[in-house]
Structures are given as structure tokens and as C-alpha cells.
């Protein structure tokens, strides 16, 4: 028994910032100065904060510590874990307040959170069972076969309102009533864990931190639909979460939640894994089932959907693994408290995975219709280096971007798609005033063009000549009559695509040149770009007030482009200049400006 | 495991030690004095007979044992404070493992203060 848990995540965030030989050295310290029989160090999963790994916490005094290095460890032994002092320093400076040291869900970023697919996040062994059985872990599965029957569980989850945390939220209830109505010898669930979108690890952070939560609900979703047979798509760029779901599905055996006559009640049900080799296309439904049956992952068209013809041919249920972490929650504390979170048509929470401007990158759960606002500035921190707020993306390459005028909207699927964005997984892009759209419209394009698996026509060669304009844009060389062009392949792709891939890909253009038209038009018109992001628009100038002539930009040019002497004022040769803005870097009176 | 029943057992185990990995105000707080004197005088077992039985017991829900620094009155460590929501401190003196366990059964499950052992019946001048 120990008197005191030190939780250090293993996530993949803290993981790459070295939270493993945190870990090694703790255990280390801690049987130096005598205290491993009283301290237990616990390895989690994300705690969200991923801005400031690698990330400790103490319980049961629920210190945080963050950004710990190695050398730190033996002070945070001797004086937090053996005589109760908080190494003040090393906290979570959120935390700590002039009345001493506040708690972590009194923390902006926690405060408003609500934690549901991400409850056990951070707070438990992901790869010790009974860990999950300890926080409640299996009790839905037992109740789901010794109290509920098949009918009884669609309904449960009919009336919460879950819709699916893929993309497209589709209600969850619905797609397994389809699915159980079909009469088969054999179904299938599968889960979508082929997270691709860039900037999106929520499925990733469950995966790796609560992989029982999985298992759990696909189990009971086999016994909703009446399938013994499950399969995981999981991407191999996840490693540490395709062990974990090893260690899972092995213990789950082990104790027999797994595999045949569960809990006496002769309902049998197993899951295997399956590894995505890196295709984007492959999170698309039909792909990915084409995919786990052995062929090269290319979409088929519906109908016939999964819940009728799905994998091998057999009636099939497709969910997100966000989707499925809810689904034990919702059984235990029952549809009417799912119900009573989120927006009308939109209930429950949603993971956020924040990134780009912003200071506390990382991922947050908040009840649906949560603003926007709400999101960035309390939650997120704000944007840093007092820049301002230009746009925020969400859904990857099948989203867009949201603009200020938005930046109070509840959100949830409906409005965003109102306002041509989409909810996606969940990857929420903040972007400032020196981000350039065109240029964010063109990378989310590049990504479409590289991912289109070449089936149909319109998604192979219509998002390539999207493309190539957009480039011509950025390079100044795009005339009026090019924006129109765009816009029409835009629609036409759209319309044509053969899958989910191609259909939205479009978006990112749409919503740019919907809201930022005027960016566009300074790029053909005026040939500028105001973001000073698109290089062949822009030049450096050294401002003759501000110039002191301290050589430093000169001699760390590396085009030797810069000319002037000591103390008289330099000048960039515009011919020779690749722009690569050292000197702007390396000025230390702000003399050199771009524009 | 074929039963629910075993199900539950795993849980009730398993519940005590993962409770005690949240934040709950509601919580009473039990301090144990860790500085360099009450180490000194045997703070450490005192420290770890309450946080055993508290775990031992399925009480992590209630309660949460941690130390503290010294609060200055070196000469009666080990000491233990109990702060219970809405309730004033109670501050035990020369603490052991012995006495604690009394504490925790009289006064932290009984809800009836050990006078005995506490500052306030002690004769400071």
C-alpha cells in the first residue's frame, strides 16, 4: 500500500520530451533515499497539457508539476515526497498564487473542461486492467448482458443523443439499429482509429491512455448489433498506443472480458487489431474496410452502406474512437445525463486538440456549444507574443477556417457546418495576424493532393489544378479570372467526388475565399501578401532611421546580398536576396522590415 | 472471471488507491509534520500507519493523508493536524503509529476528538 501516487504521463507529447527517463530516475531516487515502499510511480496517459511536458502529478495532494528535467528529480524526491514541501519552482505556474498553491481544476485550462471520453486520462495505468476496473472500468459491459437487451442499449443510446466524434455526427443509435435490423451469420464492429487529420491526437491520447474504455464499449457494441467479431484500425505511426491496445486486448482475454461466455451469459466476442500503413483515405469508412480485408485502401461507392453490406461482404458498424469512449458513460449514469450536456442537437462533449497560436497547446474536453472564444482565450491561454486572433481551423482538410466574426458561436456540428466549416475529429487550428490564408488554404491542398488515392477523376485531377492556382496565387502570378476558375473546380469536386475525401476537400479554399476574399485579391491585384508569408511577394528593406551599421546583418547574410560599413547605413540588394529573413532575425534595433 | 461479483472485488480493491488520485474540497485533511524534526521523532511510520488504514479502510474518498513542513513547535513532534471542512483544526502532538491508529477510529471514523493527545491539552506556557 502506498501513501502517496506520482503520476507521470506517457503519452506520446510528454513521451518525446523524455517523460521515460523521468520515470526511470524517480524509481531510481526513490530507492535511493527509501521511499519505494511508499511511493508508487504510475505511468498515464495525456493530461492535456502537452505544451508543458514532460508532466508530473502528485497525489494525493494533486501537485502539478510541469516541464520536469531529470536533474530536478532528487530535490522533488527529498523535499516534496519525503518532507511535504512542494518544490515551488517547478510548479505549474498557473498553480501557484500569492495564498499558496491552488488546485489544478481551479487552473484556467481545467476549469472548464469537462471530462468525459477523457476521464481516465492521466489518471490511470493505461496498461494495468484492474486499474480501469478500479475506476468503474467493465461495470456497463456487465450490466449491458445481465440487464439490458440488445434493443434496450440502441435505445439508451438513441435517446442520449450521441452522434458520431469521426466528422460527420452521424447519430451513433441510429447506425447500430441499421445494423442490428440486418440479419447476417456473421457482423462486424470496427473502430475508426486511422486519426489522420494534421494537428489531431485526440483519438490517439484514448487510445494511449484508456484503451479498456475501447474494448469496453466495442463489446457492448457487439452485443447491440449481435457480432462476435470486432477489428481495430489503428494507424502504425501510433506505436506506443498499438502496444498499449496489445497489452489491453491480452489482459481483457486474460480475464476472460474478452473471448467466449462472457460474464456466464454466453455472449462471446473478440477484437483484433489491424495496422493502417499511412493513408489518409484509409479513415474514409469503405476504405478502411476494404483496407482490413487485405486490398489497397480505395473507397467504394454507397450504397450499399457498412450497416447492410460492410466488411467481407457482412452487415458492419463503423465508430470513432471518441465516439466509443463515451458509450460505457452513457450506459452507467444513463442517457438522460449525456443528454442533459451540449446544444440541442448536439449533446455530450467534444476533445479539442489545440495547436498552432496558441499558448497551451495540448488537448481540452468541453461541453458542446462552447464558444469559440471560450476555447481560445480562457482554456487555450491566448495567442502568444500578444499577436491577435485571425482565424481558427477546424476539421483538418475537410474543414475550414473560422473567422473573427465567428469567434462567439456555440459550437457544435451544426453550426459550423453553417458557417462552412465542419466539427472533424476535433483539430482546432489557431492562426494570427502573420498567418497568410492563401498560404493555409495551399497547404491543406498540397495535403489533399498527396493523400487522393486516384480513384475517381474529380478528386485526382480536379484538387491538383486547385493546387497549381493556388500556387500561382501565392506567387503573384494568378490574374481575376483564376479565382473564378477556382471556385467552379471547387463546386465541381465537390459534387463529383467518389468519397468523403474528395467531397470536402474543397472546403479549406471555400471557407478562405468566403471570409478573406480580400487577401486573395492582394495577392492578384495589388501583388502583396499582408501576412508577409508568401515569399515572392514580399522584400526586405533596412529602415535608414532605425540602422546603426553594425555590420551584423551583413556578415550573417547568407547571399552576401547586404552592402554598407561600419557605422553607415546597409542596403539589400533585391536581386540577390532569397529572402530568407536572417537579417531580420539577427537586427538588434528592428531595422530591417519586410513588405 | 465469469461472475460480476468478481468483477466488484477487483474493483473494491482496486477502488481505495485509485480514488485517491482526484481533488475533492470536500475532502478532511490530514497533515503529518515532515520537516527535519519530525522525521526525527518518527513522523514517517505515523505518516504511514494513517495513510494504510485510510486505504485499507476504502476511506480515500474522505480522506487525504499528506505531509507538511514544520508548523514551528519542534518539541511536541510528530505532529498530525486535521482539517475538516467547516470544522476547526485539531492538532495532535507526539504522535505513533500507535496513537494515530486510536485517532483514526475515535476521532476520524467516531467523529470524537482524542483531547488527549491534542496541543490544547497540552500544558504550554
Not at chain 1, 461507392?301 to 469512449?325: C, D, H, M, S
Not at chain 1, 472533424?424 to 493523400?451: N, P, R, W, Y
Not at chain 1, 499582408?530 to 546603426?548: E, F, T
Not at chain 2, 476520524?108 to 504550554?124: E, P, R
Request: with cysteine; glycine share 10%.
Amino acid at each position: 500500500m502506498y501513501r502517496s501516487h506520482v503520476l507521470v504521463c506517457g503519452g506520446t507529447g510528454c513521451t518525446s520530451s523524455g517523460s521515460q527517463q523521468i520515470m526511470v530516475k524517480l524509481r531510481d531516487e526513490l530507492g535511493n533515499q527509501g521511499l519505494s515502499e511508499e511511493v508508487s510511480v504510475v505511468q498515464t496517459g495525456c493530461h492535456g497539457l502537452c505544451a508543458l511536458g514532460p508532466i508530473m502529478i502528485i497525489y494525493p495532494d494533486a501537485t502539478f508539476y510541469a516541464m520536469v528535467k531529470e536533474e530536478d528529480i532528487p530535490e522533488i524526491v527529498s523535499e516534496h515526497l519525503l518532507k511535504g514541501r512542494p518544490v515551488e519552482r517547478l510548479l505549474y505556474n498557473e498553480t501557484v498564487t500569492p495564498n499558496g498553491i491552488k488546485a489544478l481544476s481551479d487552473t484556467d485550462f481545467y476549469k472548464k473542461q469537462h471530462r468525459i471520453a477523457l476521464r481516465n486520462c492521466g489518471v490511470i495505468n493505461p496498461e494495468e486492467i484492474e486499474e480501469y476496473i478500479g475506476t468503474g472500468g467493465y461495470q456497463a459491459l456487465g450490466k449491458v448482458l445481465t440487464e439490458m437487451t440488445p434493443d434496450d442499449v440502441i435505445q439508451t443510446l438513441l435517446d442520449s443523443g450521441l452522434r458520431g466524434r469521426g466528422g460527420a455526427g452521424f447519430p451513433t443509435g441510429m447506425k447500430w439499429k441499421l445494423a442490428k435490423q440486418n440479419d447476417a451469420d456473421q457482423k462486424y464492429v470496427c473502430c475508426n482509429a486511422d486519426e489522420g487529420d494534421p494537428g489531431a491526437f485526440m483519438d490517439r491520447s484514448v487510445l494511449e491512455g484508456d484503451p479498456h474504455a475501447l474494448l469496453e464499449a466495442m463489446t457492448i457494441a457487439g452485443y447491440a448489433i449481435g457480432a462476435s467479431q470486432g477489428f481495430i484500425y489503428v494507424r502504425a505511426e501510433y506505436p506506443i498506443a498499438v502496444d498499449r491496445l496489445k497489452i489491453a486486448i491480452a489482459q481483457a482475454r486474460e480475464m476472460e472480458l474478452l473471448g467466449d461466455d462472457i460474464f456466464g451469459t454466453g455472449f462471446s466476442f473478440d477484437i483484433d487489431l489491424r495496422l493502417g500503413a499511412g493513408a489518409f483515405v484509409c479513415g474514409e469508412e469503405t476504405a478502411l474496410m476494404v483496407s482490413i480485408e487485405g486490398n489497397r485502401g480505395e473507397p467504394r461507392p454507397r450504397p450499399p452502406f457498412p450497416a447492410q453490406k460492410g466488411l467481407f461482404g457482412k452487415p458492419t458498424i463503423l465508430n470513432n474512437v471518441e465516439t466509443y469512449a463515451n458509450i460505457p458513460q452513457i450506459i452507467l449514469n444513463g442517457p438522460e445525463w449525456f443528454a442533459s450536456m451540449g446544444t440541442e442537437k448536439s449533446k455530450g462533449t467534444k476533445v479539442f486538440a489545440l495547436g498552432g497560436k496558441i499558448h497551451n497547446t495540448g488537448l481540452v474536453e468541453v461541453p458542446m456549444g462552447t464558444t469559440l472564444r471560450e476555447i481560445i482565450e480562457e482554456i487555450g491561454g491566448g495567442i502568444p507574443n500578444g499577436k491577435k486572433f485571425k482565424a481558427a481551423q477546424t476539421g483538418g482538410p475537410s474543414g475550414g477556417c473560422i473567422p473573427t466574426e465567428h469567434y462567439d458561436i456555440p459550437i457544435d456540428y451544426d453550426n459550423l457546418l453553417s458557417i462552412g466549416s465542419m466539427m472533424g475529429s476535433g483539430g482546432l487550428i489557431v492562426m494570427d495576424e502573420t498567418d497568410c490564408m492563401v498560404d493555409i488554404a495551399k497547404f491543406f491542398l498540397e495535403f489533399t493532393v498527396e493523400e487522393s488515392c486516384g480513384k475517381c477523376t474529380p478528386c485526382r485531377i480536379g484538387t491538383k489544378r486547385m493546387l497549381e492556382i493556388l500556387d500561382k496565387v501565392t506567387k503573384g502570378q494568378a490574374k481575376p479570372e483564376d479565382i473564378d476558375r477556382l471556385e467552379e473546380l471547387c463546386y465541381y469536386v465537390k459534387a463529383n467526388s467518389a468519397c468523403g475525401l474528395g467531397q470536402t476537400a474543397p472546403n479549406p479554399v471555400l471557407s478562405t475565399l468566403k471570409y478573406f476574399r480580400d487577401e486573395y485579391d492582394a495577392h492578384i491585384y495589388d501583388k502583396k501578401c499582408p501576412a508577409g508569408v508568401c515569399k515572392a511577394l514580399l522584400s526586405y528593406y533596412i529602415d535608414a532611421d532605425k540602422c546603426k551599421g553594425c555590420t551584423l546583418c551583413a556578415r550573417n547574410c547568407p547571399a552576401n546580398a547586404i552592402t554598407g560599413s561600419v557605422k553607415n547605413l546597409h542596403v539589400i540588394d533585391p536581386e540577390k536576396c532569397i529572402k530568407c529573413g536572417v537579417c531580420m532575425e539577427k537586427c538588434k534595433f528592428g531595422a530591417v522590415y519586410k513588405k | 472471471m465469469k461472475t460480476l461479483e468478481e468483477l466488484k472485488a477487483i474493483r473494491e480493491k482496486m477502488q481505495s488507491q485509485v480514488s485517491m488520485r482526484g481533488e475533492d474540497h470536500a475532502r478532511t485533511r490530514i497533515l503529518v509534520g515532515m520537516a527535519t524534526c519530525g522525521i526525527a521523532s518518527g513522523a514517517r511510520p505515523v505518516l504511514n500507519k494513517l495513510s494504510d488504514l485510510v486505504q485499507e479502510n476504502h476511506m480515500t474518498d474522505r480522506f487525504s493523508v499528506t505531509q507538511t513542513g514544520c508548523i514551528g513547535l519542534c518539541q511536541y513532534e510528530p505532529i498530525v493536524e486535521v482539517l475538516e471542512p467547516g470544522k476547526e483544526k485539531v492538532t495532535y502532538i507526539k504522535m505513533t503509529a500507535e496513537k494515530a491508529e486510536e485517532v483514526y477510529k475515535e476521532h476520524l471514523i467516531g467523529g470524537h476528538v482524542v483531547q488527549n493527545y491534542t496541543l490544547s491539552s497540552a500544558d504550554i506556557k
